[in-house]
């Protein structure tokens, strides 16, 4: 218990008890069932992008072409299941735009891992590179056009409750989804040789190769699952919109790499939780609601939560500022 | 006593990099259960014979018999199945991850298991623990735990894939007298446990505490191997450098004569928690030391005559003059030079030239309005090279290719461009050889005659008797006693230091 205490994950979830108590206090409507599923459904698809930005993060390296992995896989994955005829629901959209995704991260892999480059760079141009061939080969509009099983799916609920405002808020499927998602990360991570290889080449890398670690498969592999989730959340939201998007979550790569940042993850490798990654971005979520619920004028939202941001970022260096204190 | 049994045999071994012959027709064995020092300068081969054993380079010629089998080439996974493990000086240790973890991964890792138990990671760690003999909190992460603990866990990685033979690089340069000998302890357990070890090491003095056999090398030959019984330094010395060294060959002063004001003076120097009331001069031509054990707070008070962690009260004088000393640019005013620790990483810009290192501090005083000329470097930097005696083939190469020696005389340079009256020099020969030490401290008595005052902190009791004219000995942030050359010997020092 004591050493549960001591993490910043418990600091974290502290601050966002703290926070949303601070919002409670101001407008005591912000406590209610239907905020918590509010901020829950606002999450998911950040979240599962969050979990594919943590293991590339945690083996020392950084991506930030996920976002258009996600837009290209999804947005391919509808055009292609559109022309079979498909009239289903998003099962198979969550199953083919999974191996788009897992191509994607591959070939991103394959270039990282053979000529030795870090994981940055590649991605730099290769998120450009994905966006382009979106626009140009598929699509330069948003689709409206989706199979029937699909184009209610934005209001498939588990449970709906009734909001302060009279009317009724639902907790959507896809929290299930996530729910799953971050099960399974959570057992990849601590139960298996390639997830305390992350944190070990992360930490160092050349001890991580002298020990027997397969470096290059592993970072190979870790960009293919982030492939893959980032297909999956873009199938998720672009399903959730109603609408498939050729440029999804442009101009995202960077508050989604902030976000598992907040939630403990260390830029520079080996540091990082599943369940910091969930209250990074629930943190963040609470912070937009709450600017809303406080009746923040839309011209200071911005620079409010940027202002949260610079703080809430700070503060996540704090355990190795403490740390060299302390040495 | 039972006949010894022969582990690993190396027969007349050699290796070439292209033109250069790294090792020559060495032979060398080692029986179970038995400690071997190899000693060696930089580029004597050590590190070749190292890597050979480890299979990480081929032998051109020779051959190595482990046991009953008998083999031309090794390479890293053989070498690891026949017992043999290496522990490099870096450790190789994952900071990020717990004890229990550090210990057991590579478990998993030999035996391809993908899937982590994490039951299996403490038993096994436990059991290593306990074979060792020692009390490590298994499920915290390495980081939080001192560096000599480091080493403990790095051979516990070593022995669960059944070591036979431990191979130790230079294991003890980080490690404080008290962790030393806890680290010697562990050593001579598992020798009963019939574990055979070959260390490497700079300290001399470790030879006679640890070794059963010594092993010199030289130019790539074996030039000495003996029993470490009735071994002493000055043999040992004369065998890896192949000259003598004779350190008390120097003329010392009489300070009363030459000076009557110090050149620095230290009055009621207090930083709490790190030293108080810390009261000492430094004449003029003189090379004090400061030791004590680590935590003594003798790098504290180096830091604050630097201006690194200022003293919150007392005065310091230099030349008679009061000065203030608030901060690094104040210190370097009022010539105030330090040399850190850790050369590398606080002293050099590694991937630059050595001309731009020593011309680094003195920058701004060789440009002609604003714009820098770099004749007058190449210029500044050549006289350096030729003054401190520099090994390196010119100027524009990266400090990061020559030696640890000559890196430290590149950093000393740095400092001397910039015209000190005071230098102090925080453990300046860790993880140099022998000869370069030798040198260094010529240098260091140079410039002492020179006029520059000298302040060398340093835990090598060896080195600071004899170079240093006065000796402050620290204890828990308080001047102990302070000790003037010929005064005690070396045994007597170390009584003091850790009594």
Known sequence: MERVVKTYEFALFIALIGFSMVIGFVKPAFFSISTIFNILDNSVTYTIMGFGVLIVLLSGEIDISFVAIAALSSYATNMLLLSWGYTGGISFYLIIGAIFGALLGLAEGLIVTKFNIPTFFVSLGYQILLYGFTLFFLGSTYNFNLPPGLTNYYSEFLIRVKNPFGAETSLNVPVLYLLIIAIAMWLLLRYTLFGRGLYAIGGDREAAKRVGFPVKRIILLALIINGILASIAGNIQNASNGYFDPTLFRGNDLNVIAYVIIGGAS???????????????????????????????????????????????SASTLPSILRRIQE | MNEPVEFLRLENVSKRFGGIVALSNVDLTIYQGEVVVLLGENGSGKSTMIKIIAGVYNP????IHIGQKQYKVLNPILSIREHIQVIYQD???????????????????????????????????????????????????????????????????????DAQLIIMDESTSALTQKEIQRLFQIIKNLKQQNISFLFVTHKLEEVKEIADRVVILRDSKKVLEQNAQGLDIKTMEFYMTGRIIDENATTRHNFAEVSATPLLHAGNLTLLPYFSEITFDLMPREILGITGLVGSGRTEIALSLFGVLPATSGEIYINGRKINVKNIKDAIRSGIGYIPENRIREGLFLTQSVGRNIVARIIRSLTKRGVLLPYIINQTAQTWIKELDIKTPSSEIPVSSLSGGNQQRVLIAKWLASNPKILILNLP??????????SIHDLMRKLAQNGIGIILISDDIPEILHVCDRILVMEKGRIKREIHQGEVDEDKLYQIVVG
């Open chain 2, 60 to 63: 051109d010629s020779g051959t």
């Open chain 1, 267 to 313: 830029i520079l490798g080996g540091r990082g939780s599943v369940i910091g990654v969930v209250l990074g971005v629930i943190f963040i979520q609470v912070l937009d609601l709450g600017v809303i619920y406080m009746g923040i004028s839309a011209d200071w939202q911005q620079l409010f939560i940027g202002l949260a941001l610079v703080i809430a970022l």
């Open chain 2, 91 to 161: 450790l190789s240790l994952f900071p990020n991850l717990t004890v229990a973890e550090n210990i057991s991964i590579g478990h998993f890792i030999a035996h391809r298991r993908n899937v982590i138990s994490w039951q299996e990671i403490y038993k096994i760690a436990q059991q290593t623990l306990s074979k060792i003999g020692t009390d490590i909190p298994l499920d915290v992460k390495l980081a939080t735990l001192p560096v000599a603990d480091w080493q403990i866990v790095a051979i516990g990685r070593a022995l669960i894939e």
């Open chain 2, 429 to 438: 020969t860790v993880g140099i050889d022998v000869g370069s030490k030798a």
